[in-house]
T-cell receptor, first 116, second 116 residues
Framework: AQSVTQPDIHITVSEGASLELRCNYSYGATPYLFWYVQSPGQGLQLLLKYFSGDTLVQGIKGFEAEFKRSQSSFNLRKPSVHWSDAAEYFCAVVNDRGSTLGRLYFGRGTQLTVWP | EAGVAQSPRYKIIEKRQSVAFWCNPI?????LYWYQQILGQGPKLLIQFQNNGVVDDSQLPKDRFSAERLKGVDSTLKIQPAKLEDSAVYLC??????????????FGEGSWLTVV
């Protein structure tokens, strides 16, 4: 069965510091991987996605993520965090890659707090 | 381009009452999803439509939840009768085709339900 693990429920960083949010997945083949961000009272916004090719993916708002097959990981990074990055971040994986359907499985999320 | 529209944004009802949520996906998107997001958890897929047909409703509590997309455009999710544990955010999302095709899934801002 597919699963997504985000081991950190809550992370606090200072503004300007670097950030890494962890994500591990369980899937039998190369998955489609996503990171979404959710600000309070808002829906989910796509930050970036990995389908194939270059394992380092660039996204919006200065975020990047690296797919590491050997570690079944897709960690999200940002070199310098801004106060506006405070939000909840969700890692997600699509099952049934190659079929016409497929369900998006989400991790439980990591809440990011940014200190001024 | 207009995003995914949902209404109402907020609803408070008593247990055993009924409630309905409406969603209008991005124009031209064939695939429509309803997700349930309980506080502190990642979104969980309730039902997926491809045009006006259901392709995945395995996680939908069919004794109390129903959803339809009669003309293959907008959709309604109904809960009757509501239970306390149904308190959650109901997210509608759409994509041009299924997630496994590599298409981005776009989310609405959600409908917040509180059952008292």
């Amino acid at each position: 069965a597919q699963s997504v693990t985000q081991p950190d429920i809550h992370i606090t960083v200072s503004e300007g510091a670097s950030l890494e949010l962890r994500c591990n997945y369980s899937y039998g083949a190369t998955p489609y991987l996503f990171w979404y961000v959710q600000s309070p009272g808002q829906g989910l916004q796509l930050l970036l996605k990995y389908f194939s090719g270059d394992t380092l993916v660039q996204g919006i708002k200065g975020f990047e993520a690296e797919f590491k097959r050997s570690q079944s990981s897709f960690n999200l990074r940002k070199p310098s965090v801004h106060w506006s990055d405070a939000a909840e971040y969700f890692c997600a994986v699509v099952n049934d890659r190659g079929s016409t359907l497929g369900r998006l499985y989400f991790g439980r999320g990591t809440q990011l707090t940014v200190w001024p | 381009e207009a995003g995914v529209a949902q209404s109402p944004r907020y609803k408070i009802i008593e247990k055993r009452q009924s409630v309905a949520f409406w969603c209008n996906p991005i124009s031209g998107h064939a695939t429509l999803y309803w997700y349930q997001q309980i506080l502190g958890q990642g979104p969980k897929l309730l039902i997926q439509f491809q045009n006006n047909g259901v392709v995945d409703d395995s996680q939908l509590p069919k004794d109390r939840f129903s959803a339809e997309r009669l003309k293959g455009v907008d959709s309604t999710l109904k809960i009757q009768p509501a239970k306390l544990e149904d308190s959650a955010v109901y997210l509608c999302a759409s994509s041009s085709s299924g997630a496994s095709s590599g298409n981005t899934i776009y989310f609405g801002e959600g409908s917040w339900l509180t059952v008292v």
